[in-house]
């Protein structure tokens, strides 16, 4: 009776850890989290196809998509577009990769060139505005916000002290609730391009890589300094983030192995043609 108790136990163990979301995917690592991110990690991802031999499969989702879908295990590693947070770093490893910041589009019709920090404040949460107040046309300010989860949204709140009205702070000046949230930062670009009067926030990299691409909206200067790869290195760019990967064990071969080559001299070489800021 006892053998037969020990053999369901070990069954039953042996079950569960089939079932594991990530169990036994050797040949498979799954990725998850930041948008911003997505671009240069499928691409590193793919180049590690080719080296390893090992797919892959990879979600936007947000920074804490990412991190929540690693401590759970559910994926192998996550992208965090941000520092990673002190409870975080706990039940996480993680890995700086690379740098990057946030800037303030418009759409290219727009006259208006710059922006400060009293500014924005006004811009998103006084619905009075409009821009001609700041050198523009006499029409309202179409308003383009992040939603809760996403990094550049908390960039964003860090540097303005404002707050997203979903958070329901109390004594906390908040973002207009008038204003779209969206999640990925396309979708930031592809509104203000098609919106004459729009104004929203979102990568570097990603603003940089749109605009060669067509997209019509033009990087404005923050606090009299253009948003530039070589002013985010100087410090002379007042807004600067991280760009991150956690993982729970590095010791699997899928997490070693990609984690080698983001930091290997043909990863950062992809960060960089990306518009982030290699790290090594």
């Known amino acids: 009776m006892k053998k037969i108790s020990i053999t369901a136990f070990l069954i039953v163990t042996l079950l569960l850890i089939i079932c ?43 920074s804490g998509t990412g991190v929540k879908n690693t401590i759970s295990g559910t994926s192998h590693i996550g992208m965090a577009s941000r520092v990673i947070k002190a409870e975080e770093k706990q039940q996480l490893a993680d890995l700086l990769v690379g740098l990057d910041t946030i800037v303030f589009v418009v759409n290219e019709r727009n006259p208006v060139n710059e922006i400060n920090k009293q500014q924005l404040i006004q811009i998103y949460s006084d619905g009075k505005t409009s821009w001609e107040q ?18 550049t949204l908390e960039l964003f709140e860090e540097f303005t002290g404002l707050k997203s009205p979903k958070r329901k702070l109390e004594n906390q000046i908040e973002i207009l609730d008038t204003a779209i949230e969206v999640g990925a930062n396309i979708e930031v670009a592809t509104l ?5 009067n729009a ?17 019509p909206i033009k990087i404005l200067k923050l606090e009299g300094v253009e948003a ?20 729970r064990d590095a010791n699997e071969l899928q997490v070693r192995t990609l984690l080698d080559l983001l930091l290997s001299e043909q990863g950062q070489a992809i960060i960089e043609k990306h518009s982030f800021i290699p790290v090594r």
């Open 192 to 196: 203000v391009g098609g919106i004459p």
């Open 199 to 215: 104004i929203g926030y979102l990568s570097l990299g990603t603003a940089i890589e749109l605009q060669e691409k067509g997209m």
């Open 228 to 247: 530039n790869v070589e002013n985010v290195v100087n410090g002379s760019y007042p807004i600067l983030r991280e760009l991150n990967v956690v993982y």
């Open 134 to 151: 700041f050198g523009g046309e006499k029409t309202p300010i179409f308003l383009v916000s992040k939603e809760i989860g996403r990094a």
């Open 20 to 62: 594991h979301p990530i169990y036994g995917q050797a040949n498979k690592i799954d990725i998850s989290g930041s948008s911003t991110m997505l671009p240069f990690i499928t691409e590193i991802a793919e180049l590690h196809k080719e080296i390893q031999g090992i797919d892959f499969s990879i979600s936007a989702g947000g």
